[in-house]
């Protein structure tokens, strides 16, 4: 008997080959998808464990804050002095000063800002974050106090810089780099303004701590520590020791979950893996939908049959084996594709992580044997599941009642007595299509279910793409308001402001409008404990400059009264707004160079409109706070008439203690470009996702024209031409893209607001992203969803042209 | 409907002679692999205005066939067909759309009716397919069958003989004159098929004709003609033998 449902499933499958190929192309996509970008993220999970142990990520580091420096040695040797002292298994001081870099080629002009990292090279180099050559060769011992650097690799990578050569640092002096290297700070490029993936605005280099004192003259001088743990240590005992050791410097203690480049390549997969999650969801829950949808029609259509074969005395488990088994083909079908699909994406994300983050120097790859059969048995099993529902209701009727023909079997339900009540316009060809809906209002519902999964996925993708591209255009908004050419001067560490270094830029006859700024990195905001503070980068501002001043959205800046302006988000983070006090531990000026870390209470100002959590403001009149009255580490300014960013960069490179030259926005346009690289990814999942739409509306639409072949063929026979028996089928599926498209934009608008709320904020904690989805993408989605759907049963317009009329009139069932 | 008709298909019913139908030298033949089945081989026939003519045979003997190329649903290899005064044999397939709103009306063993839509709107689709009457007018139509206090149920609300009387109703509807009739009491009681019979028997007047296809020769003796076919040819054609009786003298 087995054989027999197996032959007979088989006929089934090909009869239906374009609906069951449509359905297991769903459930592959669904599958695949899953299975190649789940397996992205253990390829991205492991290899990044792998990079930072082979790097020797540090436990802990010490941060000098900018302009800071001490005498080499004086940072390790507080490290005898702490209490656990045998905590400590390895460390190394640095010196990480600020830079520009010309790298330009004869083909292209590349003149970024950038930093030095000197590191010992001596033995077999720093113990600790080591610098890796990925390129050409790496730093010896031989290369102590030479003029050697090596490029990071992510910077060199993005414009194709030969294995060696030579650029000019900042003060015009050219130098010879012998490779790529990285460290585990720079496997992702993110800059202290917060740009991610900036390797196309930033370039460290790798050079000997010997070199990089002498380059930026701060001879036998480091700022930095940075130090590994025993396995035995207590990591949050030792930071606190550390702190305390360190405070007379002022220096901040960051364990490496606050390195942004650390969070991003360890938490960043754990977010997006959430995000595949929900769109595999979607995308799978589609195809059980159609599936459902299918099983169910075809499990009608062979309700005669099944009624025979109860007649004559076959137990309903048996009958009910030829409908199983074809959804089990089905269902087979779709998890093969899927392995195919799965190694596709997975191809072609491995393609593209290497391309973003080509300073990752451990990516492993291997194929995921696990995870592709997990997924491969949830495809096969979720599409069964959800045709045991139909099957075994059909083998539950009396035999008599399923031998009974249409007419006399067929139900209505309240749904169509209650649209009769209703009057609609129009005549029966305008009315049948929604009468249709409502006759079997469970496929219509389904159908409906399966085209809002898939366009929800489109939607959360265009939604999540809009609301980063509004945050940047927020943040362009507010940094650029009143004065869109304006332009930030970073110098390479504090000056008096009459000092000739701040004097050469505050008067270059490029520039007008010039206003010193102070910038202070490595500002806590304190919370009720330690896991509430918040990092802030604190710029001291004219908050009534007439060149550009913060918009304060909330509260009111009184012209001399102390206190900060904070962002939105860090005002909701530690619950406070104007006019409350917070507590901010903060660097003081000490010293020329010398900076000590102290706690001060300040009165919240204002909130304004930035979007990075980070940015806070207080008026330069209040430089006492910190101790940098007086002095300067930047200039905002806007160039002459004439001059543009380019030619000011060109002006003011080589200058003395000029770090770098760039717009205001150089931080957002380097998010904006790295987003570009993503989306080509994300218009292929919304090609994909609008095929799904099509190939769910389509399965509708061709399962119904064959189920009403006997209405459309009587139809014919009463000369109503085929155009206006497709009209109504288009009018039908048009029904259903309205309403699955409206269901679809809802469904993908919660999964942006739970990307954006929830989800972002975890790996990108610093932007306060807003859940948006802008008009033009809303139009795009609507028309796309509405209009794809709708079309789906043009495809039937051949089948319905080719119909033999009198022999679908006479079909008995 | 709003679409034109075309020229071809308007005008009086009938031709010059007074027929409603003229079938000439009409053939169709099917190829099947090296096999050639005729299902009908030249078949001259005439169906006057007035008419109630039964076509009879057994199954296969290309009966449905000859229905379904006078009422363009299918195509001859050969011959020509003159249905209400328009030649439909090199009609175009706008045409033929044209013709079968316009000219003629079928009737299904199995009724084929929407099942989303209730009686009244059945018939109503009859009314907008020919774009003759009034919408208002199709309970009208459902009384004259008998249905005027089922109009607003469902196809499965009534039974097999009341869903064929909607049939019926939604073909009168259309004011069409030609009404193609294919086994209408197939699949009823005697009793009922009595009444559909009655029903049919009626439509038979000036200015239109009906053409039932059964295989149930007891139906034949109501009919004006009795046209019995065999292998695809016409074998007798002719009034019922022993002549038309009323419909209360049936049985099967």
């Known amino acids: 008997m087995f054989r027999i449902w197996l032959r007979w499933s088989w006929r089934d499958l090909r009869s239906r080959w374009v609906q069951v190929g449509a359905i297991a192309l769903v459930i592959a996509l669904g599958t695949g998808s899953y299975a190649g970008l789940s397996s992205v993220t253990v390829w991205r999970v492991q290899s990044g464990e792998q990079s930072f142990e082979l790097t020797r990520m ?5 941060r000098l804050p900018a302009g800071s420096f001490v005498d080499a040695g004086s940072l390790s040797a507080v490290l005898a002095d702490l209490d656990h002292p045998e905590w400590i298994e390895a460390s190394e001081e640095r010196l990480l000063v600020p830079t520009q870099l010309d790298a330009s080629t004869g083909d292209q002009t590349i003149l970024v800002t950038g930093q030095i990292v000197g590191i010992d090279v001596a033995g077999d ?33 993005h414009y194709d810089l030969a294995a060696q050569g030579e650029v000019l640092l900042g003060g015009d002096r050219r130098i010879e780099y012998v490779g790529h290297g990285t460290t585990p700070e720079y496997f992702t490029v993110v800059t202290e303004g917060g740009g991610f993936l900036a390797q196309s605005t930033f370039a ?31 990591a949050t005992a030792a930071a606190a020791e550390l702190r305390a050791a360190l405070a007379s410097v002022g220096a901040t203690i960051m364990e490496p979950l606050d390195d942004p480049s650390y969070r991003i390549i360890t938490e960043d997969p754990e977010g997006d893996q959430q995000l595949y999650n929900v769109f595999a969801i979607a995308i799978f829950g589609g195809a059980v939908f159609a599936a459902f949808n299918l099983t169910t029609r075809m499990v009608e259509a062979q309700r005669r049959e099944i009624g025979i074969a109860m007649a004559i005395g076959i137990p309903p488990w048996s009958i009910a084996m030829r409908p199983l088994l074809f959804g089990l083909q089905i269902a087979l079908l779709g998890v093969v594709f899927g392995i195919g699909v799965g190694v596709l994406i997975a191809q072609a994300m491995h393609g593209l992580l290497q391309q973003i983050q080509p300073a990752v120097p451990v990516f492993e790859t291997p194929f995921q044997f696990q995870l592709f059969a997990i997924v491969g048995v949830i495809g096969l099993l979720v599409p069964l599941l959800a045709i045991m529902y139909p099957v075994l209701r059909a083998v539950r009727v009396n035999p008599i009642d399923a031998i009974k023909t249409t007419h006399l079997n067929a139900r209505g339900n309240r749904f169509i007595s209650l649209l009769h009540r209703v009057p609609l316009p129009g005549d029966t060809f305008a009315q049948l299509p929604f009468r249709n809906l409502l006759r079997s209002p469970r496929r219509a519902f389904l159908t409906i279910l399966g085209v809002a999964a898939v366009l929800s996925v489109l939607v959360g993708i265009v939604g999540i793409l809009d609301s980063l591209i509004r945050t940047i255009d927020r943040s362009d908004e507010e940094l650029l308001a009143g004065a869109p050419d304006r332009i930030e001067i970073t110098l390479d560490q504090f000056y008096p402001v009459g000092s000739p270094q701040a004097a050469l830029v505050l008067e270059s006859p490029v520039l007008t409008e010039a206003e010193p700024v102070i910038q202070i990195p490595g500002v806590t905001l304190l919370g009720d404990d330690a896991a509430d503070d918040v990092d802030l980068f604190v710029t001291f501002v004219d908050l ?52 000590e870390l102290v706690e001060s209470e300040l009165p919240v100002l204002g909130i304004h409109g930035h979007p990075f959590r980070f940015v806070a403001y207080i008026d330069i009149a209040h430089a006492d706070l910190m101790g940098v009255e007086g002095v300067t580490n930047g200039i905002s300014a806007r160039p002459t008439d004439g001059e543009d960013e380019a030619s000011v960069q060109r002006a003011l490179f080589g200058s003395a203690g000029v770090a770098s030259v760039q717009g205001v926005t150089a931080t957002t346009d380097a998010i904006r470009d790295a987003m570009a690289e993503f989306t080509g990814i994300f218009r292929v999942i919304e090609g994909a996702a609008l095929i799904l739409a099509l190939l769910i509306a389509f399965n509708a639409a061709s399962i119904s024209e064959d189920e009403r072949a006997r209405e459309n063929a009587t139809m014919l026979a009463f000369g109503i031409p085929v155009r206006t028996v497709l009209r109504m089928a288009v009018v039908e599926s048009f029904a259903i893209g309205v309403v699955g498209t409206i269901l679809g934009l809802g469904g993908g608008y919660l999964m942006v607001v739970w990307t954006v709320e929830v989800l972002l904020p975890q790996t990108l904690p ?48 | 409907m709003t679409d034109a008709i075309p020229a071809a298909v308007r005008g009086p019913n009938a031709t010059r002679d007074g027929s409603l139908i003229t079938l000439a030298g009409v053939a169709k033949r ?56 328009q030649n439909i044999t090199g009609a175009s397939r706008k045409e033929l759309f044209a013709f079968r709103r316009r000219t003629v009306s079928f009737i299904f063993q199995s009724f084929n009716l929407f099942p989303g839509l209730t009686a009244r709107e059945n018939v109503e689709f009859g009314i907008d397919a020919s774009g003759r009457r009034a919408r208002s007018e199709a309970a009208d139509v459902l009384a004259e069958v008998g249905l005027g206090e089922r109009i607003d149920h469902f196809p499965h609300q009534l039974s097999g003989g009341e869903q064929q009387r909607v049939a019926i109703a939604r073909a009168l509807a259309t004011d069409n004159p030609v009404l193609l009739a294919d086994e209408p009491t197939g699949e009823l009681d005697f009793r009922t098929g009595a009444q559909i019979l009655e029903l049919l028997r009626a439509e038979a007047g000036p200015g239109r004709g009906v053409l039932v296809v059964t295989h149930n020769r007891e139906i034949s003796r109501v009919a004006d003609r009795v046209i019995e076919l065999s292998s695809g040819s016409i074998v007798s054609d002719g009034p019922p033998e022993g002549g038309r009786v009323p419909i209360s003298e049936l049985h099967w």
């Not at chain 1, 990089?212 to 743990?229: H, I, K, P, Y």
Request: aromatic share 4%; proline share 6%.
């Open chain 1, 58 to 62: 540090y436990d802990l580091r010490g």
């Open chain 1, 204 to 234: 460290a280099v790798f050079t000997s701590l010997e070199t990089a004192q002498r380059l930026s003259g701060q001879t036998g001088a480091v700022n930095d520590l940075v130090l590994t743990l025993t396995d035995d240590a207590d």
């Open chain 1, 766 to 813: 610093d932007i306060t992203l807003e859940a948006t989805l802008s008009p033009a993408s809303l139009g795009i989605v609507l028309a796309l969803g509405i209009v794809a759907v709708a079309a789906a049963p043009l495809l039937t317009f051949r089948k319905l042209l080719r119909m033999n009329i009198p022999s679908t009139l006479r079909v008995m069932e």
């Open chain 1, 125 to 157: 180099g720093p113990e600790v974050n080591r610098v890796l050559p990925l390129l050409g060769r790496g730093l010896t011992a031989a290369d102590a106090g030479e003029d050697v650097i090596l490029l990071e690799r992510n910077f060199a990578e």
């Open chain 1, 544 to 595: 009534e400059s007439t060149l550009w001043r913060p918009t304060v959205v909330a509260g009111a800046v009184e012209p001399g009264t102390a206190g900060i302006v904070l962002s939105s988000g860090a005002a909701s983070d530690l619950g406070v707004g104007p006019g409350d006090m917070v507590r901010v531990r903060h660097p003081r000026r000490s010293g020329p160079t010398a900076f």
């Open chain 2, 30 to 85: 099917y190829e099947v692999g090296p096999v050639t089945v005729t299902a009908l081989a030249g078949v001259d026939l005439k169906v006057d205005e007035g008419e109630f003519v039964v076509v009879l045979g057994p199954s296969g003997c290309g009966k449905t066939t000859l229905l379904n190329m006078v009422g363009a649903l299918d195509t001859p290899t050969a011959g020509t067909i003159v249905v209400g005064g």
